[in-house]
Nanobody
Framework: QVQLMESGGGLVQPGGSMRLSCAASGFTFTNFAMNWVRQAPGKEREWIASIDRAGTRPLYADSVKGRFTISRDNANNILNLQMNGLLPNETAMYYC????????????????????WGPGTQVTVGP
């Protein structure tokens, strides 16, 4: 059974940092590029970062480039997201997401390319 479980969310002050992690199980983690997607209240889901199988080629949305870092620990099946310089409008639920197909790492993707989402972890940026 494929499972993704995020952790590390909470309350952080504007300009602060937070690290999210996602524990993956039930599939061969090293065969799949992975993603982080967020959804702010009342807004559509937004893809923010992905990383290839080896962890050497990250991709970022313009909104987070230079502030967020995606990484993976293939020995322990963990996906990470280091977030720095957080802004109040980045308050959102953050999801770890697996691609449907192995061995792909899309420059452009839609939600049809995803097949498994974690339950999400809430990040709140505020005083």
């Amino acid at each position: 059974q494929v499972q993704l479980m995020e952790s590390g969310g909470g309350l952080v002050q504007p300009g602060g940092s937070m690290r999210l992690s996602c524990a993956a199980s039930g599939f061969t983690f090293t065969n799949f590029a992975m993603n982080w997607v967020r959804q702010a209240p009342g807004k559509e889901r937004e893809w923010i970062a992905s990383i290839d199988r080896a962890g050497t080629r990250p991709l970022y949305a313009d909104s987070v480039k230079g502030r967020f870092t995606i990484s993976r620990d293939n020995a322990n099946n963990i996906l990470n997201l280091q977030m720095n310089g957080l802004l109040p409008n980045e308050t959102a639920m953050y999801y770890c997401v697996k691609y449907r197909l192995p061995y792909v790492h899309y420059v452009r993707r839609t939600e049809k390319d995803f097949d498994t989402w974690g339950p999400g972890t809430q990040v709140t940026v505020g005083p």
